[in-house]
């Protein structure tokens, strides 16, 4: 993939308000991408429809940190002026700091819903502490996400209740799926150095601080779906929040990215 084409990413790599937002920013657009590939290929007509609209609900999230992000990178760098568009589409792989939880491939339903039960049960927690941030731009942005993420927490428990406690079938991939995900959920709670400047400025959360919280609540719903939360395992899978990603992320990024590379400056 062709380099990163911002005029200077390098503001981006040192500011750790702007590296902030990006980390939120990429993780609702790729778990959204992620999500919109299943469009049309849902189990049902009405399953299809509500993980369409939870990935409409993360790219609403993504457009509005990102504008933040740009308005911030502009406040730095106003002689080369970047839109939403330039972050989302002209960024190379190192560039984003997106979760690997949220580049994970979206393989059977039980896997997708699974993935994004992990995902929705940090974002509830995580929001939740945001909105009391002194940073106004990102305080409002979690007040109105948080109504979204608790739906999407709420839809993703009953699938996994569903098929956990459902089929011998089901339960058996639901078990292989929370075994396959479950080395990418420790990441949330490490943090990086942005994420520790950003706690210390007071518009941050401390990622551990909802640890608890967050695996509380996935013990409460593994124990209604009869499945077992994975033991902890060393070696655990990180890296994304400093731009190190999986192979799944360089693909998503070529064809998500293709248009504006191949035509630069277009619009909708």
């Not at 927490?153 to 799926?177: H, N, P």
Request: with cysteine; net charge negative; charged share 15%.
């Amino acid at each position: 993939m062709p380099a990163s084409l911002l005029p200077d990413t390098t503001i981006i790599n040192t500011n750790a308000r702007i590296s902030y937002v990006l980390y939120l920013a990429d993780n609702a657009l790729i778990l959204g991408h992620r999500n919109s590939e299943w469009c049309g290929h849902g189990p049902a007509l009405e399953q299809d429809i509500a993980l369409s609209n939870i990935a409409l609900d993360l790219l609403g999230q993504a457009r509005h940190l990102y504008q933040y992000a740009a308005e911030l990178y502009n406040q730095l760098n106003p002689s080369a002026p970047v839109t939403e568009d330039h972050l989302a589409y002209l960024r190379d792989v190192r560039d984003f700091r997106n979760c690997l939880l949220a580049e994970q491939p979206n393989g059977h339903w039980g896997q997708t819903v699974l993935r994004q039960f992990f995902f929705s049960c940090w974002q509830y927690y995580f929001y939740q502490q945001l909105q009391h941030s002194n940073d106004t731009q990102l305080q409002a942005i979690a007040i109105k996400s948080l109504k979204e993420v608790t739906y999407h927490l709420r839809w993703s428990s009953e699938w996994v209740i569903r098929l956990g406690d459902g089929t011998a079938e089901s339960k058996t991939r639901m078990q292989q799926a929370a075994a396959d995900l479950w080395p990418y959920t420790h990441e949330l709670f490490q943090p990086a150095a942005f994420e520790q400047e950003a706690v210390s400025a007071g518009y941050g959360v401390t990622p551990g601080s909802i640890e608890k919280d967050c695996l509380g609540r996935i013990q409460h719903i593994f124990s209604e779906a009869t499945l077992s939360v994975p033991v902890t395992q060393p070696g655990l899978h990180s890296g994304g929040k400093t731009g190190v990603h999986t192979e799944h992320l360089g693909f998503i990024l070529a064809e998500m990215q293709f248009l504006q590379r191949a035509y630069p400056g277009s619009e909708w």
